[in-house]
Nanobody
Framework: QVQLVESGGGLVQAGDSLRLSCAAS????????MGWFRQAPGKEREFVSA????????YYVDPVKGRFTISRDNAKNTVYLQMNSLKPEDTAVYYC????????????????WGQGTQVTVSS
């Protein structure tokens, strides 16, 4: 069973940056796909970004393209989400997830989830 622990959230102003970290144990982050999702108050959880296990290809939802970057450090068994030019609409709880597949962007393809980290962006 893979364990995921997120960190790095916080309260920032619009235009600022944050880097979220997801430390994994029980499985290497390069063995299967890893992803980030977010859930804003009163909204459903949505896909944000993913990185494939085999190739390292990355995927993003349109609203974050060009602002967010997903990456991984195999030596530290950690996945990151660098978030730049943050906007108030990025405010949400961000969740790290480990997929059952090498390439995954659908929530149903992710089997393990972290506890989430709050990101709040003020205008």
């Amino acid at each position: 069973q893979v364990q995921l622990v997120e960190s790095g959230g916080g309260l920032v102003q619009a235009g600022d940056s944050l880097r979220l970290s997801c430390a994994a144990s029980g499985r290497t982050v390069s063995s299967y796909g890893m992803g980030w999702f977010r859930q804003a108050p009163g909204k459903e959880r949505e896909f944000v970004s993913a990185i494939s296990g085999s190739t390292g290809n990355t995927y993003y939802v349109d609203p974050v393209k060009g602002r967010f970057t997903i990456s991984r450090d195999n030596a530290k068994n950690t996945v990151y989400l660098q978030m730049n030019s943050l906007k108030p609409e990025d405010t949400a709880v961000y969740y790290c997830a480990a997929a059952r597949l090498s390439v995954a962007t659908r929530m149903m393809d992710f089997a393990s989830w972290g506890q989430g980290t709050q990101v709040t962006v003020s205008s």
